[in-house]
């Protein structure tokens, strides 16, 4: 992890917290019993939906055990990126990590279900699909790997935007150079659409966009405000061609040294987290679009949608090929027509 001299003094390394997470794999369940707080890490700031989600987690945690059990969050990226911190969640340094799909698809190809181009018709029918047994059964796919997948969490729909003009059929994609989370998925989607993919972490659009090394980037309305990459990028078209959600997942090995009720307990809660997150997330999305419009971005609708998902639609051939992947897509698709 790069990170200022000066922040090396007030934020936790990596090397700490797995040293950290070693002196806690030494506990024994009867440890457990006697209490602590469960390390937790997310990209995002502070206030971020998710964060806060989190936090109402350790909140309800700590209410249910009188104490005993409870989460320590390091938010805004201070252990890392989700890449780094996930690899240290899945040997037990880390317990918990909220990580978007992206680099999960690479785990599990389960995982690039819910990131599918044009498969959810909305945010309601995205979370009508995952909060049930479709969902629970994309989570569960992730034990295999060292992980626990807790619960989703929100994350909108994602939309382009650039620097060079509004985006309103496939053809205005065409030679655009547009930053895309570190996953093969959308890579492939990109280059579908005829631009060209350049994967980068997130906090490096803004500089990226100004010194004009990429032309564009998709994301939420929260993302492409607080980011500031509006300022850089006013054309902000709604595709809304991905709307996946993020995922918060538990080490294995943390989870086997709890019993059965302390299991049952961190499920609940964090089931029960989410419609706060929700709440959160869904006020956080109309303030975005209240400053960016402030702001004077130039937003433009898509009147065909259908020419973006036929264009895409080879991706889902590449990356749906399982019985059990095309059988989760077509129940989500179904309840989707039903809606």
């Known amino acids: 992890m790069r990170m200022p001299a000066s922040a090396d003094a007030v934020r936790p390394s990596r090397r700490h917290v797995l040293a950290a997470g070693a002196a806690v794999a030494g506990l024994s369940a009867c440890g457990m019993r006697a209490g602590r707080e469960f390390l937790s890490t997310d990209t995002h700031p502070e206030e971020y939906p998710t964060v806060q989600a989190v936090k109402e987690m350790g909140r309800l945690l700590s209410a ?17 990126s ?6 240290i969640t899945v040997f037990g340094g880390l317990d918990m990590n909220r990580v978007n799909l992206a680099p999960l698809n690479s785990i599990e190809p389960l995982t690039t279900i819910p990131a599918l181009p044009f498969l959810f018709k909305s945010n309601e029918h995205m979370r009508r699909a995952l909060d049930g047994p479709i969902g629970d059964e994309i989570l569960a796919s992730l034990e295999p790997h060292g992980l ?13 935007y ?12 065409r030679g655009l150079k547009i930053r895309v989370p570190s996953s093969d ?11 060209d993919a350049t994967p980068m972490s997130i906090a490096e659009v803004y500089q990226a966009l100004v010194q004009g090394v990429i032309d564009g980037a998709e994301n939420n309305w929260p993302s492409y405000e607080s980011g500031r990459h509006f300022e850089a ?3 902000y078209s709604l595709t809304q061609h991905v709307i996946a959600p993020e995922v918060l997942v538990m080490s294995k090995s943390r989870w086997d040294k709890l019993d059965e009720a302390d299991r049952a307990l961190v499920r609940q809660t964090a089931k029960a987290s989410v419609p706060y997150m929700r709440t959160l997330w869904d006020q956080r999305v109309e303030d975005s679009r209240a400053r ?3 702001a004077g971005i130039e937003i433009n609708e898509i009147e065909d949608k259908a020419a973006f998902a036929a264009a895409m639609r080879p991706v889902w051939d590449r990356y749906i090929v399982s019985e059990k992947a095309q059988r989760l897509v077509s129940e989500i698709e179904a309840m989707g027509e039903s809606a």
């Open 82 to 87: 989700e890449q780094d911190t996930l690899e």
């Open 64 to 80: 249910r055990t009188d104490g005993r059990l409870g989460i320590k969050i390091y938010a805004g990226g201070q252990l890392g």
């Open 162 to 173: 650039n620097t060079r003009r509004p985006i309103r059929t496939p053809e205005d994609m």
């Open 233 to 235: 990028a006013k054309y």
């Open 185 to 195: 998925l959308y890579v492939s989607m990109i280059r579908a659409l005829g631009a």
């Open 292 to 294: 960016l419009i402030a």
């Open 148 to 160: 626990i997948g807790l619960c989703f969490y929100d994350s909108g729909d994602r939309n382009f």
